[in-house]
């Protein structure tokens, strides 16, 4: 689930990984790198500057897929989760090809 955060026009264009998962049966295999490849794939489509997301601090699996994919941790949200775990922030900047004329 990919939120562009902000109204139309918002600029820079910032979009929220809001979630991604895969049945525990199927993890560890390369679906979420996959599913990552789509996210930013889209994100690029959409043009969006930034990508940014929340994960619980304990989430190991989850930060090796995001830093896999550029993304760099910005900082901590205490309290972020209802159970009162504590979330990284992570970031990627989009980076795109100039179209030539
Ligand atoms: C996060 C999630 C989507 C990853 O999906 P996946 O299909 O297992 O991902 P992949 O197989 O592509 O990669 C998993 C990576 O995590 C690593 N990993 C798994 N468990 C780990 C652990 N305990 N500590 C460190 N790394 C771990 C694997 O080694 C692998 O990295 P590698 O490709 O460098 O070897 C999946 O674990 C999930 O659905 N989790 C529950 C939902 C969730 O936490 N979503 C993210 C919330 S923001």
């Given at each position: 689930m990919l939120e562009r955060c902000?109204?139309?026009?918002?600029?820079?264009r910032i979009s929220e990984v809001l979630a991604i998962a895969v049945e525990p049966w199927a993890r560890n295999q390369g679906v979420g790198d996959r599913l990552m490849e789509e996210i930013i794939r889209r994100a690029d489509m959409f043009q969006v500057d930034k990508l940014v997301l929340h994960t619980a601090v304990d989430n190991l699996a989850g930060q090796a897929v995001f830093r896999k994919h550029g993304f760099v941790r910005c900082g901590i949200e205490k309290?972020?989760?209802?159970?009162g775990q504590d979330a990284l922030m992570m970031q990627r900047a989009m980076v795109r090809m100039p179209i030539r004329p």
């Amino acid at each position: 689930m990919l939120e562009r955060c902000g109204g139309e026009g918002v600029s820079p264009r910032i979009s929220e990984v809001l979630a991604i998962a895969v049945e525990p049966w199927a993890r560890n295999q390369g679906v979420g790198d996959r599913l990552m490849e789509e996210i930013i794939r889209r994100a690029d489509m959409f043009q969006v500057d930034k990508l940014v997301l929340h994960t619980a601090v304990d989430n190991l699996a989850g930060q090796a897929v995001f830093r896999k994919h550029g993304f760099v941790r910005c900082g901590i949200e205490k309290e972020f989760y209802p159970e009162g775990q504590d979330a990284l922030m992570m970031q990627r900047a989009m980076v795109r090809m100039p179209i030539r004329p």
